[in-house]
């Protein structure tokens, strides 16, 4: 497991938690899915640059 990966694991765990708040895991697993790759394109590409 890569480094960067633990950012996309740990938010699509807490869209799920977040989602079973709500009955329904499976869109929150979703957009935590789509939150973890923005984070970590914005933080793979902020260490890049530098």
Do not use: H, Q, S, W
Not at 19 to 26: E, I, K, Y
């Amino acid at each position: 497991m890569k480094k960067e990966d633990v950012i996309i694991y740990a938010c699509v765990i807490v869209g799920a938690g977040v989602g079973l708040l709500f009955d329904n895991a499976f869109p929150g697993v979703l957009i935590g899915l789509g939150i973890g790759y923005l984070f970590k394109t914005v933080f793979i590409n902020n260490t890049n640059r530098e």
